[in-house]
């Protein structure tokens, strides 16, 4: 009941961003993301990075003074090939040239093969974007959420990726 509860949040705040979206900021781009050990404590190894731990796609935003909607697309190639979609919501703080930003929402996994899978989830997104006119470079990591007993956010199993966006 809780996760129809939030989806339903989103979709509303969704609709009613639409009409408004005519005046925000928009952006597109790519990006990139690893599935990192180094945050939970695990040294890097240059000998263990392959293609299963790297996904890549396209990324679009649309920001209006505190608050950022996000539509993050990758594709996982390797031994499990997926497409996963991250849609987040959230505030993004500008200072000067830096761009803080925190937003949650859910991800949807298709996995594709013999034994298609269709996953529903939820994601917190940390970010920091170094903007440079209509040119931002930024760095991101997101996290699985859990809401089945309250709020938990895994830490220790996320993606941290990069993100090149074009300002409109």
Not at 39 to 68: A, T
Request: hydrophobic share 55%; glycine share 12%; proline share 4%.
């Amino acid at each position: 009941m809780r996760k129809m509860i939030i989806v339903l949040a989103v979709l509303l705040a969704g609709l009613a961003i639409v009409p408004s979206a005519v005046f925000a900021d928009w952006a597109i781009g790519g990006a990139a993301f690893y599935k990192s050990p180094v945050l939970i404590g695990q040294p890097p190894n240059p000998l263990e990075l392959n293609v299963n731990q790297i996904s890549f796609g396209g990324d679009v935003r649309l920001k209006m003074g505190w608050f950022q909607a996000e539509g993050l697309v990758l594709y996982s190639a390797g031994d499990v090939q997926s497409l996963n979609t991250f849609l987040d919501a959230g505030v993004a703080l500008d200072i000067a040239i830096l761009r803080l930003s925190l937003g949650v929402g859910p991800n949807f996994t298709y996995t594709f093969g013999s034994n298609a899978i269709f996953q529903v989830g939820f994601n917190a997104k940390i970010g920091a974007d170094l903007v440079f006119g209509p040119v931002s470079v930024g760095a991101s990591y997101i996290m699985a959420m859990n809401l089945a007993s309250g709020v938990y956010v895994s830490t220790s199993t996320g993606m941290l990726g990069i993100q090149v966006l074009v300002w409109l």
